[in-house]
């Protein structure tokens, strides 16, 4: 098996690919079977990312903080063949936003965790937001608002109290960051074939960034969102591991 190995700069992940490195070899993308990646999640969403090209699976290993999308290290200077030919695939998409500014340029971008909005003063943002041509909100005043993906739904959407969505079950996460108006409103489960339009009510007083991936793009006066499902990437898990057990494991979490 030929593995082309990515690490992110951190000294830990720098030790690991010097040492697997020497011990499995290193070929180029083009050449390879596989790509290891060594870091945390961050760092493998983007190595998906600039990959996508290759249509490689990508087997994550965590030299990173939380690793909710990679496996654990353990001894892989010594199984990592045998585990990378029992590992389990995970196919997920990405979403695709676009993003207007206010000086009229469009700008895109790609994540496969979420794409969120947020206000860039002390102001609340207000937001209209239209599903499949269908005004759903006609003014949400928060501090932000969220779309994730399932497999974004246990980080920031998590975190804004957005629920948890099993792998396969073809939904899309709505969750706002901090709702002032409506107070009680806790968003909104969507199909994945969902577009998702969010125009900013008052952008200049009122100035609101978008966020897909790596790219934050400033002073935004409308954004579209929707799932790329004829993009797909697969990650691999260690059995009994799998990003799905993981994401079932999560809701029963403190």
Known sequence: MK???AAAPSELAQNALSR???KYGQVSLAEADVIVCLGGDGFLLET????LSYSLPVFGLNYGTVGFLM???????????????LAEPTVISPLHMTAQTRDGVV???????????FRETRQSARISIDVDNERRMDNLSCDGVILSTP???TAYNRSAHGPIIPLGAALLSLTPISPFSPRHWRGALLPAKAVVRFIMSEPVKRPVSAVAGSKEIRDVTEVTVYEELNIKATLLFDPGHSLS??????????
């Open 20 to 22: 697997l490195v020497g």
């Open 3 to 5: 593995i082309a190995f």
């Open 71 to 85: 496996n654990e290290p353990g001894q892989c200077d010594h199984d990592l063949l045998e585990r990378l030919k």
């Open 245 to 254: 057990d993981r994401i079932i494991a999560e809701q029963f979490e403190g």
């Open 151 to 153: 497999a974004g739904s």
């Open 48 to 51: 998906l990312l600039e990959t």
């Open 107 to 117: 700008h895109e971008g790609v994540s496969f965790n979420d794409v969120y909005l």
